[in-house]
């Protein structure tokens, strides 16, 4: 049997995103039981809601919901005003962001096919900025 180059390429693509599925739904189950324990770390520790929720530009500008364990409490001064970033960090989220596990949650987005996997969050929008232009990464010279 003889397929066409593009019957062959759906295929491949069918294939591509059956097994990029499986080792995203692997890898949640797997990371599960450490998302636990840092869920409960962050609400002993810092407090309530356990994620940091953003709206950030996804594919094509189709805004989603970023989600990331929380790092930093809410305290503010005496006029309302939030206190600065250094004040609000906790040693915990101190920990969790020196080690990336605060971007654990993320495993949600990539599950629901929002964000790419091991894309930090500039290079991401970078990435998407370029595909929505049309323009691959692998055609674009880096500026020495």
Do not use: W
């Amino acid at each position: 049997m003889v397929l066409s180059r593009k019957a062959l390429r759906e295929r491949i693509n069918f294939y591509e995103t059956y097994f990029r599925s499986c080792a995203e739904y692997s890898r949640f189950f797997l990371l599960s039981p450490l998302m636990l324990i840092i869920a409960l770390l962050v609400r002993f520790k810092i407090g309530s809601p356990v994620l940091f929720r953003q709206v950030r530009p996804g594919l094509h500008g189709k805004p989603f919901t970023l989600y990331k364990f929380r790092t930093m409490t809410d305290e503010r001064d005496e006029n309302g005003n939030l206190l600065p970033d250094g004040e609000r960090l906790t040693r915990l989220g101190r920990f969790l962001r020196k080690t990336s596990m605060d971007e654990l949650p993320e495993l949600f987005n990539v599950i629901k096919g929002e964000r790419c996997l091991g894309l930090s969050s500039s290079s991401a929008a970078m990435h998407l900025a370029l595909r929505c232009l049309g323009v691959g990464l692998r055609s674009v010279t880096p500026i020495v």
